[in-house]
Nanobody, 122 residues
Framework: QVQLVESGGGLVQPGGSLRLSCSGP????????MGWYRRAPGKEYELVAA???????TYADSVKGRFTISRDNAKNTIYLQMSSLKPEDTAVYYC????????????????WGQGTQVTVSS
């Protein structure tokens, strides 16, 4: 089982910011499409940001303009910068390698890790 370790979550007030990090093996992070998912209580996993090796970046409509995905291959790390956070962003956030399809869709490659909890509340 490949280990991807998420960190950086916490409690933040509405309008605040957080930066999540995901570290893992260089053989995974630096040569594959990677994404950030989240799962809110009682809801399904939602892909919020994706980054391909070719440079294509996509975001869920709900986070466009507020979240930024980036990668640092030298550190084998994927980041998710989140700003203007809303209570509805509250969820456990996970990173994962992405299966990519010609249709432009993505699916998670690995089973889920522990994730990092983000709580947006005053």
């Amino acid at each position: 089982q490949v280990q991807l370790v998420e960190s950086g979550g916490g409690l933040v007030q509405p309008g605040g910011s957080l930066r999540l990090s995901c570290s893992g093996p260089a053989s995974i992070i630096s040569i594959n499409a990677m994404g950030w998912y989240r799962r809110a209580p009682g809801k399904e996993y939602e892909l919020v940001a994706a980054s391909t090796i070719g440079g294509t970046i996509t975001y869920a409509d709900s986070v466009k303009g507020r979240f930024t995905i980036s990668r640092d291959n030298a550190k084998n790390t994927i980041y998710l910068q989140m700003s203007s956070l809303k209570p509805e962003d509250t969820a456990v956030y996970y990173c994962n390698r992405l299966r990519t399809y010609d249709s432009g869709s993505y699916l998670p490659y690995y089973s889920w890790g522990q994730g990092t909890q983000v709580t947006v509340s005053s």
